[in-house]
């Protein structure tokens, strides 16, 4: 099993391998040795996280440094939209340079396929093969590039893009590496911060003196498609950048050729390989698009069960036996709905990785009540796709599920029905009424 | 001594200037977000409280003022180029220069310029051609207006003040100065225009410092006092009155509650008591809003502890007696929660988005329909060379081969004196 998740990382390493010695002239077998010798430094690394730290912080870390890709990545875009103002362009050039990209970005390619073996032990020897297996492949790629025509032209940009595309689409495999859906999240934030102030800063008017059809057009900006939408311009401008400024680079001048085909042979040469330039980075725009799709419509299935419908005692006691038919105990999430009154709360119960039975809204206090479902050691906010690990579940704030009071007994778990209504009404109400619902 | 103001001037007034400092300061708002979410807000303190980010922030309008005077110096430079100031050398303004050893006169080449609908101004050693209209202006208009923006974003940041008070009938403006006019009328209609759906005026009697009659409505927003005028929320000053079979007196109280529109409950405390009162505008019958008609009927819950010991419906300068319980609202009035806020960088916002507007109304068919095209040979130097320019705002393609096929026309002429 983990073979076969592993395949599309090391296809992904093959091919930045490829990329890399095909875009850095200082030598093929410097290329290969500095990206195998960055491959096993990240692998290693990665298993030193795990043992060291709790999951959620190693992942967090590699999740850093993926993200500190994509930031390097819109650095080398924009210099790439500004290159007809550098006047100077061997900054990043030289042997040094060379090794230090290879490196790097083998060492990221190594982090993120052995983030995958978290789930098997701490055993070294899987570490090792993946490191093994990471040689042999940059080895391969040394011997296919000699194979590829001349014509096929990887210019710095465009590898930046190939290899930070590449990097994302390995992440996006793995729900807690994905980068793609807390970026929708932050711009969500970011969105509904900003339009507030900018309304407050140039004195708009509230929605209490708003026309509610008009409002309505406004609160699109609060919700999540804006965070969709945000997190796509986000992600690709610098590819879309990188193509510009191949697309547009000036035509060299040739004014000082007089003859007028000579002329137009020159022109029609750079026109023609300034097209080829194109084809890697047009290939990031697709490995980035696939990257988005994995992150939108995970492989992951999530649990998550249909609401058990329960009742509460005349004096308002809901009790949720600990064994049963459900049994509360088997960490995994399970959802009740309680009715009274024309209204309806939902909540769930699960049981931490501290042995420790939590109760919980199944709604928090930001997003609209569209529930969690559980996955990999998180649950996930179907609104936001915040994943919010098992641990932290029964903490309240952020896109944590809202706690719920509750008594535990030997014999299960009893719960104040005036106060679930209580919560879940005020809960509800403010993420479904207050300006277009959303962070 | 000349070399570091240089440096300090190339640096100020180089293009990468505004975008690095914009890059610098989404890093940090990126290693907000990873702490906090709510980033935006934690960034501007940070800047208002932070002298380098202030420092940092006022490079912007500062930079953005040194391109655009950049700029300027450039665009006249090139028009004095092309009109014939030979004090100028026009090679870093022309994306193409070439020098040729012809003797050929520029009369070979005129009629073929002026063929492709250029005009001409021709001296004894110097001929300019061009066609099309500039966008120059528009540039300048863009970075004015990014100017205007940058400097609107800072003094709005920095020297932003705001102070929120309730504006009520029959009281003297609230505001920074204690010495307002009296608050005469607030009026609320329904709005007929397509965004705002209200129409709120306020009207102010002239105050003690020499103020006239004011009137103030939703947007755009007035000026009182140096201050704008925003309003925020509706709500009733309630004058409440409140005694209990348990309590020694009455309790009497002006509440200011924020409990429009209809149906939105606001709180008052009675202190050193376990009594809450919790009011709200009734749903009028006649479907009119009571803010606007002036006809309120309060609905009232009063809770002891947690429990809900009376609620009812009282009319505006009604009493509500019942178990000993007495609430009565002798006195209610309009209230508008107003923000007054001192903040000239609003203007300069406002400003730019118009400048924008405006560099985009002019840029958009000039750029597409009558791109500038501009072409100058001059003879001179040694051997008296002839020095071609080239430059082009758009149809880049089509100029560029003609000014290659005039080269060629003068190279020809070379060999071929006078032909």
């Known amino acids: 099993m983990i073979v076969i998740k592993l395949i599309p990382h090391a296809v992904s390493w093959a091919v930045i391998a490829l990329f890399l010695v095909r875009g850095f002239h200082a030598g093929r077998l410097m290329v290969i040795i500095s990206g195998s010798g960055g491959f096993a430094l990240g692998a290693l690394g990665a298993l030193v996280l795990f043992r060291l730290l709790p999951p959620e912080s190693a992942f967090g870390i590699i999740r850093g440094g993926l993200g500190v890709s994509l930031l390097l990545l819109w650095g080398v875009a924009v210099m790439a939209a500004y290159r007809p103002f550098w006047k100077r362009t061997t900054y990043f050039e030289g042997t040094g340079f060379t090794v230090m990209c290879a490196c790097l970005a083998g060492c990221m390619a190594g982090a993120v396929s052995a983030s995958r073996l978290s789930g098997s032990g701490t055993s070294l020897a899987p570490y090792l093969a993946l490191i093994l297996v990471g040689g042999a492949l940059a080895s391969y790629a040394g011997a296919v590039e000699k194979r590829i025509p001349e014509w096929f032209i990887v210019g710095g940009p465009s590898l930046a893009a190939v290899v930070v595309a590449l990097l994302l689409y390995g992440s ?5 590496l994905d980068l793609f859906a807390p970026l929708t999240m932050k711009v969500m934030k970011f969105a509904h911060d900003f339009v507030h102030q900018f309304m407050e800063s140039m004195l708009i008017p509230d929605h209490v003196f708003i026309r509610s059809n008009l409002w309505k057009y406004i609160g699109v900006l609060f919700g999540k498609e804006i965070g969709f939408w945000g997190a796509l311009v986000i992600w690709f401008t610098p590819l879309l950048l990188i193509v510009y400024a191949i697309q547009f680079e000036p035509l060299p001048s040739v004014a000082h050729i007089r003859q007028g085909a000579e002329r137009r042979r020159l022109l029609a ?66 959802k009740y709905l309680f009715r009274q009154g024309g209204k309806e709360a939902r909540f769930f119960i699960i ?5 420790k039975l939590t109760v919980v809204l199944d709604a928090c206090a930001i997003c609209k009540p569209d529930g969690y479902g559980q996955a990999e050691g998180t649950v996930i906010c179907y609104y936001c796709k915040t994943l919010i690990p098992l641990d932290t579940v029964g903490r309240s704030g952020g896109c944590n599920p809202v706690p719920l009071a509750f008594s535990e007994k030997d014999d299960g778990v009893h719960i104040n029905a005036v106060t679930l209504m209580n919560e879940w009404d005020n809960t509800v109400q403010t993420t479904t009424k207050v300006k277009g619902a959303g962070k | 001594m000349k070399r570091l103001p240089r440096l300090c001037w190339n640096l100020i007034s180089s293009p990468f200037t505004c975008p690095s400092v914009i890059g610098i300061f989404v890093l940090v708002y990126i290693g907000i977000a990873f702490i906090t979410d709510d980033a935006l807000i934690v960034l501007m303190e940070l800047v208002r409280r932070n002298g380098i980010l202030v420092l940092l922030l006022a490079l912007l309008p500062i930079a953005s003022l040194a391109r655009l005077i950049k700029e300027i110096r450039c665009f006249r430079s090139g028009y004095q180029i092309s009109t014939g100031d030979p004090s100028h050398d026009g090679a870093s303004l022309f994306d193409e220069a070439v020098e040729l050893e012809t003797a050929a006169p520029f009369d070979g080449i005129e009629e073929t310029i002026r063929t492709q609908g250029y005009t001409i101004r021709k001296e004894e050693n110097r001929l300019a051609a061009w066609r099309g209209i500039t966008h120059a202006p528009a540039r300048l208009i863009f970075l004015l207006a990014t100017l205007c923006l940058y400097s609107g974003i800072f003094i709005s ?58 009137s103030f409505g939703i947007y755009p927003p007035g000026l009182y006092q140096g201050s704008f005028v925003y309003p925020r929320y509706l709500g009733i000053a309630l004058l409440v009155r409140f005694s209990a079979p348990d309590m020694h007196g009455t309790f009497e109280k002006h509440a200011v ?112 329909f009558f791109p500038r095209r501009e072409m100058l040979f001059v003879r ?33 002429g070379k060999i071929q004196p006078g032909g």
């Open chain 1, 269 to 334: 040469v750079f026109i023609h390989i300034r097209r080829y330039r194109l084809i890697p980075a047009l290939l990031a725009v697709l490995v980035l698009t696939a990257a988005v799709y994995r992150s939108c419509v995970p492989s992951v299935e999530y649990w998550d069960p249909k609401p058990i419908v329960v009742t509460a005692t005349p004096v308002g006691d809901i009790f949720i036996p600990r064994k049963g038919d459900i049994d509360l105990e088997d960490g995994k999430l399970h």
């Open chain 1, 172 to 176: 996006s495999l793995s729900l807690r």
């Open chain 2, 157 to 214: 940041l920095i020297f932003r003040t705001s102070y929120r008070g309730p504006v009520i009938e029959g009281e003297p403006m609230p505001g920074l100065s204690q010495d307002g006019g009296i608050v005469e009328r607030i009026r609320l209609e329904n709005g007929k225009g397509t965004i705002l759906s209200k129409r709120l005026t306020i009207d102010v009697a002239p105050s003690g410092q020499g103020g006239g009659q004011a």
């Open chain 1, 351 to 355: 049981m931490g990785p501290s042995g």
């Open chain 2, 257 to 368: 509650l924020n409990m429009y529109p209809a149906g939105k409950e606001a709180e008052v405390q009675i202190p050193e008591s376990p009594y809450k009162l919790v009011t709200s505008l009734a749903e009028p019958d006649d479907g009119l809003d009571p803010y606007i008609t002036g006809r309120m009927v309060f609905n009232v819950k009063l809770s002891k502890d947690k429990d809900v010991v009376l609620s009812g419906v009282l009319p505006g300068g009604g009493e509500l007696n019942r178990e000993g319980y007495c609430i009565a609202f002798p006195d209610y009035r309009r209230m508008v929660l107003t923000d007054f806020i001192q903040d000239y960088g609003v203007y300069f916002i406002w400003g730019a988005l118009s400048l924008y507007g405006i560099a985009l109304l002019y840029w958009l068919p000039v750029r597409v």
């Open chain 2, 380 to 412: 001179g130097g040694i051997n008296d060379m002839v020095t071609a320019y080239s430059r082009t705002e758009g149809r880049e393609r089509s100029h560029n081969s003609l000014f290659h096929n005039l080269l060629d026309m003068l190279d020809i």
